[in-house]
């Protein structure tokens, strides 16, 4: 989709209800149970517990925990008391995410009547309290915080496109505009300290992290290890730099939880710096298998995991279909430089081939894209080439552009004794969540100007589904 405007007050949405009543509380629809949620350590030491957590009663020990740990705001929400403390409740956290999108769909316009956005705040309670449909994790994180809570903080250097007048601003403050995209692709260009550059990455990076989402980009525009720099000498090369992101990217939890934070690294095939880049994780893992046979804790979070690098990305080569050419040949594969196209090195299609093949199975990395196909595939061709992916590869669209998805709960709309689809049901939570996902593209702000924009103009969605297997 890709439209500026945004939608009429005159015509609206409306909703009519399917799982709620007019007579009853969404709340009060459910029974609750208060639990217990705790983190251990191998040694047994407790690191995280918390008491009296209330969610619905048909709610796993997972997902408490899961809420619990990840998605409870910790600080700044207001107590009965008086004080300021954490969301203690599933209630309060399906509260704050419907109550902000109804409230910025009302500002700007999205619904036929008051009548209608209630109804649509009450579905989306009940559907979040059910498990039926719920957003990514950035949406639990942030969405909310300053609508219910009055949240600010200081501005992180965020833009959004304002829809009242089209133009691009820059936020005032880190909570009124909430992040809630998961996926994001940034591009990066052959420069070191300028705004689109290579350190400036790792501040758009960083701002995407900090609030629990995760990023993709194709390095292929830096230069390999050798090529001339415009005031003499060489440069350091593509893999030097990674090495400072791989450790920029380890630094950070994301959403400021436990969670590492999610990368995605794309090399073009085509890189002259291409086989080190395969063979970046096989090499690391060796030291890594080192450190332990000298005595090194063999955690992930343990020390010989800690020292080495390129443990904190999802590695992908971009693979043309002219490759399989060469490979199908016996022919050799050509590895160019950045700055004018020359030809750097040839080496045989296939030995470049055994050797992606070997990384992957040694240590799972790296994937394969297939460019082509993808780009063959491109639903937006004129805006450009399709060139990474986000962490997870569910999202593969232009560069500096941005997602935000849901996913439904399939189970919920099976009749598993009748082994009947609730079709209808399921169209309706479809377009409950879709607008959802529009507001949230309104109401976001992103790392950086660029994406701001054009995830604007585009307005990337993607609304998914959960437990296809057990239907």
């Not at 350091?236 to 590492?260: N, P, Y």
Request: aromatic content about 12%.
């Amino acid at each position: 989709m890709a439209t500026k405007t945004k939608a009429s007050a005159k015509s609206g949405l409306q909703f009519s209800r399917r799982f709620t009543r007019d007579d009853v509380s969404v709340f009060d629809m459910f029974e609750y149970d208060y639990r217990t949620s705790i983190i251990r350590n191998p040694n047994g030491e407790t690191v995280f517990e918390m008491n009296n957590v209330e969610v619905p009663k048909q709610w796993s020990q997972i997902a408490t925990d899961i809420l619990a740990q990840k998605y409870f705001r910790k600080a700044g929400v207001p107590q009965p008391d008086g004080s300021l403390g954490r969301e203690t409740s599933a209630k309060q956290v399906s509260h704050r995410m419907a109550n902000c999108w109804k409230a910025w769909g009302e500002r700007n316009g999205y619904f036929a009547t008051v009548k209608d956005a209630e109804i649509f705040y009450e579905e989306l309670v009940y559907s979040i309290l059910n498990q039926m449909c719920v957003p990514n994790s950035p949406q639990w994180f942030n969405t909310g915080l300053h609508e219910s809570y009055g949240i600010t903080g200081k501005p992180q250097g965020h833009y959004y496109v304002d829809a009242n007048d089209g133009e691009l601003k820059k936020s005032q403050n880190a909570y009124e505009r909430p992040q809630p995209h998961a996926c994001f692709i940034l591009s990066v260009d052959d420069d070191l300290v300028n705004e689109g550059g290579i350190m400036d990455l790792w501040v758009r990076e960083a701002r995407i992290f900090k609030y629990g989402s995760g990023v993709g980009t194709n390095y292929s525009n830096l230069r390999g290890s050798g090529e001339k720099l415009s005031g003499g000498g060489s440069s350091s090369g593509l893999m030097s730099f990674l090495k400072i992101g791989d450790r920029a990217a380890g630094a950070i939890k994301s959403g400021g939880t436990t969670r590492r934070a999610a990368k995605m690294v794309c090399l073009d095939l085509d890189h002259p710096e291409i086989v080190d880049f395969i063979n970046w994780k096989v090499e690391e893992e060796k030291k890594v298998g080192a450190l332990i046979a000298a005595g090194y804790p063999s955690g992930y979070e343990d020390e010989a995991y800690k020292t080495v690098s390129g443990q904190n990305s999802n590695n992908s080569i971009r693979i043309p279909n002219s490759f399989f050419e060469k490979l199908d040949n016996n022919e050799d594969w050509e590895l160019k430089g950045r700055m004018d196209g020359r030809v750097m090195k040839k080496m045989p299609a296939r030995e470049l081939w055994n050797q992606i093949a070997y990384a992957a199975w040694r240590c799972a990395d790296p994937g394969t894209q297939y460019n082509t196909t993808i780009n063959e595939w491109h639903t937006c061709p004129e805006g450009g080439e399709i060139r990474a992916s986000n962490p997870c590869s569910e999202y593969m669209f232009l560069d500096n552009t941005a997602c935000n998805l849901a996913s439904s709960n399939l189970m919920k709309f099976y009749d598993a004794e009748t082994k009947t689809f609730d079709v209808t049901g399921y169209e309706y939570n479809c377009r409950l969540w879709t607008v959802v996902l529009e507001i949230s593209v309104l109401m976001a702000q992103f790392p950086s100007k660029e994406v701001a924009q054009l995830s604007y103009e585009y307005r990337t969605l993607g609304l998914g589904y959960a437990n296809l297997g057990p239907c």
